[in-house]
């Protein structure tokens, strides 16, 4: 049981929780910044970039099947669902990749086990207690605090031996400053007490800096204080911006398990696409110059069945897809060993079948984009992963 003391100190380091505790001493190789995004819930990946080119694609959706015009076009094969028409211009830019047939090396569609491996890294559910983030951090050597997940806690990707913090804006004022400066006088006489606070207190004027915006007073929309996905998404990419900010940043939307009333180019799945272009959108515009030096990847535990169920909806399935975006994005291009929708070619006569190990995209950003080893990659990161290759070109100037 840790001791009084211990409790108080690390009370006192943390007690700006609700304000931005630790974001400060970052250390990455240059500028380079990287935020993960989990998207919880097993998203569609047919139903965010439908194939709409594979002669089998119509057939095999049936009543989830969007039409061509319904969708905006990328190639031949590939088009954006019309909800992420935000993020048509990154792709134009060559700033945005589509990574399709990808899954993690979970095949049983809980979504339990299947978040568990895909935030620790593991080969199996539940065979690390930590996250394969904060193990390349370590293996990194990154600075202290360097890592950040703008939510309400620390998500399993981001726990482990490498500090790192959670925070997440609060429509609450802060403390005043005469409580500040009393609890200051309190913890003066123990150095450690006193330089956990002090450091807590300086974290969250860094905070209050990077999400103060002039330009907000010069717009008829003011800043918003909720916790939706853009407005958690906007305080990342300020907080990321800042000079003495952290350089890796962990976020996460929910509400993709559509078993029911999926909806086609309007509906449900539509809005929470909606939120995540939107968000993206958000985030780069406040990364600011620092986006040049970014990949956002997003991630998701399994994919949906290929056909409707009964309810208009999909069932858990296993291969989705991962987008990655960015000033750092070899972009404008849809990666992917497509296994088709024949059914001949599902996975286990239902889902959309894996090609592409979620660990080969990961391993190829944290290479190519922070310098990771591959022993490490290989080893820490990614427990025996050795026969998993990093998937390489995806980042711009390697």
Do not use: C
Not at 15 to 25: D, F, Q, R, T
Not at 49 to 61: E, L, N, S
Not at 235 to 242: T, Y
Not at 381 to 396: E, L, N, T
Request: charged share 20%; hydrophobic share 45%; net charge neutral.
């Amino acid at each position: 049981m840790p001791s009084r003391r211990q409790v108080l100190i690390s009370g006192a380091a943390g007690m700006l929780v609700g304000l931005a505790p630790g974001l400060s001493a970052a250390a990455l190789p240059g500028e380079a910044r990287l935020v993960v995004v989990l998207l919880r819930g097993g998203m569609d990946g047919l139903h965010a970039v439908p194939p709409v080119g594979d002669p089998a694609y119509a057939r095999a959706r049936g009543a989830m099947a969007l039409e061509r015009e319904m969708v905006l076009p990328l190639d031949n094969t590939y088009a954006f669902h019309p909800a992420l028409a935000p993020l048509l211009p990154y792709w134009r830019k060559g700033e945005l990749a589509v990574v399709h047939a990808v899954a993690s090396p979970y095949r049983a569609r809980s979504h339990f086990d299947g978040q568990d491996l895909l935030e620790s890294g593991g080969a199996r559910p539940h065979q690390k207690n930590d996250g394969w983030l904060n193990r390349a951090l370590t293996a990194l050597s990154a600075g202290r605090n360097t890592g950040l997940a703008v939510a309400n806690g620390l998500p399993l990707i981001l726990q482990g031996a490498a500090p790192a913090s959670s925070w997440a804006p609060s429509p609450l004022p802060g403390l005043p400053p005469e409580l500040i400066a009393k609890v200051k006088r309190l913890y003066a006489a123990d150095l450690q007490l006193a330089a956990a606070f002090e450091e807590g207190v300086q974290a969250s004027a860094m905070a209050e800096e990077a999400m103060s915006d002039p330009a907000d007073s010069m717009t008829a929309e003011p800043p918003r204080k909720g916790r939706d996905f853009r407005t958690m998404a906007q305080a990342a990419g300020r907080l990321l911006a800042a000079p003495e900010g952290p350089r890796v940043a962990v976020l996460e939307l929910g509400g993709w398990d559509t078993h029911v009333g999926q909806g086609l180019a309007t509906g449900r799945m539509a809005e929470t696409l909606g939120k995540l272009a939107a968000g993206l959108d958000a985030l780069a515009q406040a990364l600011g110059p620092a986006w040049r030096n970014t990949i956002v990847v997003t991630l998701t535990e399994f994919g949906r069945t290929v056909a409707a169920n009964g309810t208009n909806g999909t069932d858990h399935g296993t291969a989705s897809l991962s987008l990655l975006l960015g000033g750092k994005v070899a972009g404008g291009r849809v990666l992917t060993d497509w296994p088709g929708l024949s059914p001949a070619a599902l996975h286990e006569g239902r889902d959309l079948k894996p090609t592409t190990d979620v660990r080969a995209v990961l391993k190829g950003v944290l290479a190519d984009h922070l310098g990771a080893s591959k022993a490490a990659l290989d080893s820490a990161v990614f427990p025996d992963s050795g026969a998993v290759a990093a998937m390489r070109g995806m980042v711009r100037g390697v």
